[in-house]
């Protein structure tokens, strides 16, 4: 059975973005114990430095070298990225991965609804349903993992789940319908943050790299190469070939592939209620899907609008 090219490249950034927030699923488990080898600073650092020499090298190779072009949205973009990233990573060792997992999940309504305050659209009810189905699906998966009290921890997740919506919104803005060049945005977005956290990290790195063992080194790779290099170059990338709200709901299913992780390689058990909301925010994230393109579908001139009467003046 052969499937037309459309249908492939139109599934492509879906398949994409769903393997980021796999890979992100298993992030958070990978930081608490890396961080708990060495300090939250220093993870982030090992994770963006080597991630921006790799990438800086990559794009001096090229015969057309376009970081100039892309300076101003690689900065904007890398801010909100370095905010994200910095009180994701400090606020998941001050509190559970079950309570990170639920409050950053909250980007999932956040996005969509930045997006239509953006465009001026008011988002159709099906939209709004399935984002509504999705937050359900995830409160049903960490229901049995007793969900504590908000302390300072689930404050920075909180926020990081604002800015990350807010980052989604922007590399739409930045992207979609632009001739923008995804590797040089991205390439900006790690190094803005390797300068930052370099510079607040780099002593307790080269504290605590002499100790590392043989899988705190797997686990850094897993950080560097998967979690930032591939996952900001995929998320950048689809959403340029999709939307910011679609990108947030495929993104959303990241708190469910955490808690596998949690059972499959920590030995967490979810019960029937996680299972259950398993397949909840499955369900959510494929109709949230169907009426998120039909919504896109119907006002896409109305980005592109927005996109040249901000940007083009």
Same mark, same amino acid.
């Given at each position: 059975?052969?499937?037309?090219?459309?249908?492939?490249s139109?599934?492509?950034p879906?398949?994409?973005?769903?393997?980021?927030?796999?890979?992100?699923?298993?992030?958070?488990?990978?930081?608490?114990?890396?961080?708990?080898?060495?300090?939250?600073?220093?993870?982030?650092?090992?994770?963006?430095v080597?991630?921006?020499?790799? %990438?800086?090298s990559?794009? $001096?190779?090229?015969?057309?070298?376009?970081?100039?072009?892309s @300076? &101003?949205? =690689? *900065?904007? #973009?890398?801010t909100?990225?370095t905010?994200?990233?910095?009180?994701?990573?400090?606020?998941?060792?001050?509190?559970?991965?079950?309570n990170?997992?639920?409050?950053?999940?909250?980007?999932i309504l956040?996005?969509?609804?930045?997006?239509?305050? %953006?465009?001026?659209?008011r $988002?159709?009810l099906?939209?709004?349903?399935?984002i509504?189905? @999705? &937050?359900? =699906? *995830?409160? #049903?998966?960490v229901?049995?993992?007793?969900?504590?009290?908000?302390?300072?921890?689930?404050g920075?997740?909180?926020?990081?789940?604002?800015?990350?919506?807010?980052?989604?919104?922007?590399?739409?803005?930045?992207?979609?319908?632009?001739k923008?060049?995804?590797?040089?945005?991205?390439?900006?977005?790690?190094?803005?943050?390797?300068?930052?956290?370099?510079?607040?990290?780099?002593?307790?790195?080269?504290?605590?790299?002499?100790?590392?063992?043989?899988?705190?080194?797997?686990?850094?790779?897993?950080?560097?190469?998967?979690?930032?290099?591939?996952?900001?170059?995929?998320?950048?990338?689809?959403t340029?070939?999709?939307?910011?709200?679609?990108?947030?709901?495929?993104?959303?299913?990241?708190?469910?592939?955490?808690?596998?992780?949690?059972?499959?390689?920590?030995?967490?058990?979810?019960?029937?209620?996680?299972?259950?909301?398993?397949?909840?925010?499955?369900?959510?994230?494929?109709?949230?899907?169907?009426?998120?393109?039909?919504?896109?579908?119907?006002?896409?001139?109305?980005?592109?609008?927005?996109?040249?009467?901000?940007?083009?003046?």
């Open positions: 059975m052969s499937f037309p090219s459309s249908s492939i139109r599934l492509l879906d398949l994409v973005l769903l393997i980021v927030a796999i890979i992100w699923g298993g992030s958070y488990l990978a930081t608490q114990e890396l961080a708990a080898a060495s300090s939250a600073a220093a993870v982030m650092c090992a994770r963006f080597p991630a921006a020499i790799l %990438l800086i990559v794009n $001096l190779a090229r015969r057309k070298v376009r970081l100039r072009d @300076a &101003l949205p =690689g *900065i904007l #973009l890398g909100l990225r905010a994200t990233i910095a009180m994701e990573t400090i606020g998941v060792t001050l509190t559970s991965a079950t990170a997992g639920l409050i950053i999940a909250l980007s956040l996005t969509p609804i930045l997006e239509s305050a %953006l465009t001026k659209r $988002l159709p099906p939209l709004i349903g399935s509504l189905l @999705a &937050l359900t =699906g *995830i409160s #049903l998966l229901g049995g993992q007793d969900f504590s009290g908000i302390n300072l921890g689930d920075l997740m909180l926020l990081a789940a604002a800015t990350r919506a807010l980052l989604g919104v922007s590399e739409a803005l930045f992207t979609v319908g632009r923008a060049d995804v590797l040089s945005l991205t390439t900006l977005e790690i190094v803005v943050g390797a300068v930052i956290f370099a510079a607040w990290g780099g002593n307790s790195l080269l504290e605590h790299v002499p100790n590392f063992s043989v899988s705190n080194w797997f686990t850094l790779a897993y950080l560097c190469l998967g979690c930032t290099i591939f996952a900001f170059l995929g998320q950048l990338w689809a340029k070939h999709t939307s910011a709200s679609r990108a947030g709901m495929l993104l959303g299913t990241e708190p469910g592939w955490a808690l596998l992780v949690g059972v499959f390689l920590a030995g967490d058990r979810i019960g029937a209620l996680g299972y259950m909301g398993a397949a909840v925010l499955l369900a959510a994230t494929w109709w949230g899907a169907r009426a998120e393109q039909r919504w896109r579908g119907a006002g896409l001139a109305a980005i592109m609008c927005v996109c040249k009467v901000a940007f083009d003046q």
